[in-house]
Nanobody, 133 residues
Framework: QVQLVESGGGSVQAGGSLRLLCVASAHRYSTYFQMLGWFRQAPGKEREGVAAIDSDGKTTYADSVKGRFTISQDNAKNILYLQMNSLKPEDSAMYYC?????????????????????????WGQGTQVTVSS
């Protein structure tokens, strides 16, 4: 059974920073996922892909967070991170990490890991991020 547990969310003022963590565990299964991602969902909106990283370390970001958010992973500790800087009120949402054993790529000048929620089979419970103006 695969388990993803997020932490690090909270309330912050605009311009502030937060670092989200996602710890992966997998009883009887490998935690060597081919791709991992961070997603967010605000009330009344669809879930959107914020950032993704594949097993080769290639990353992709939503245009709305480029230059402000950084996705990274510590393979030895099975931890996925999302460093969020210069936060804006519109970044407020429930943030989820997700993973999959199958790598699905999209062309964006090079082959990059998918940020489509439908391409991910394993999900955490989410951590809330609230940014006040």
């Amino acid at each position: 059974q695969v388990q993803l547990v997020e932490s690090g969310g909270g309330s912050v003022q605009a311009g502030g920073s937060l670092r989200l963590l996602c710890v992966a565990s997998a009883h009887r299964y490998s935690t060597y996922f081919q791709m991992l991602g961070w997603f967010r969902q605000a009330p009344g909106k669809e879930r959107e892909g914020v950032a993704a990283i594949d097993s080769d370390g290639k990353t992709t970001y939503a245009d709305s967070v480029k230059g402000r958010f950084t996705i990274s992973q510590d393979n030895a500790k099975n931890i996925l991170y999302l460093q969020m800087n210069s936060l804006k009120p519109e970044d407020s949402a429930m943030y989820y990490c997700a993973a999959d054993y199958v790598l699905r790529r999209v062309w964006g000048g090079s082959w990059l890991p998918s940020r489509n929620p439908a391409d991910y089979n394993y999900w955490g419970q989410g951590t809330q991020v609230t940014v006040s103006s």
